[in-house]
């Protein structure tokens, strides 16, 4: 969450952006929040960025299957696949769920909108750059 706060901090969020999508999140996925020991990151292997190895040690915490970052290069298959996690990227991962349950996805998607008071159009439009081939395929299942 500290490394959201920077990452949101650097986009130019006011501390009250920040602050309520950090509660938002809390609430919305309190699951998601793991707390990982220092032991246990500290026995993560040093990588490019060691600012990173708290994610490893997260995912090793949790037992997580997958690692979703667009930062693929600080999360090397040499340490991850030892221990069973696959890394892949947001669109990737998005692809691969989507042909799981294409109308699932597509439910979520609307969801979504309704919710932000947003088309489904306007959620695929904001998706394009960073989500190629999974904007594809849901333009393609509409």
């Not at 996805?105 to 998706?127: C, K, T, V, W, Y």
Request: charged share 25%; proline share 5%; net charge positive.
């Amino acid at each position: 969450m500290q490394e959201l706060r920077r990452t949101l901090k650097k986009f130019g969020r006011s501390e009250s952006q920040i602050e309520r999508r950090l509660r938002f999140m809390e609430a919305t996925f309190p699951q998601a929040c793991v707390h990982v020991s220092f032991a246990l990151v500290n026995a993560v292997p040093n990588l490019s960025d060691p600012g990173d190895r708290h994610v490893i040690a997260a995912a090793i915490a949790i037992r997580a299957d997958v690692i979703v970052t667009f930062n693929l290069r600080h999360f090397p298959s040499s340490i991850l696949g030892a221990r069973g996690i696959a890394v892949r990227s947001p669109d990737a991962f998005l692809v691969d769920r989507f042909r799981a349950n294409p109308l699932r996805l597509l439910e979520i998607l609307n969801l979504q909108a309704e919710d932000i008071r947003q088309s489904r159009s306007e959620i695929i439009e904001g998706l394009r750059a960073g989500l190629p081939e999974f904007v594809r395929l849901v333009e393609k299942g509409k």
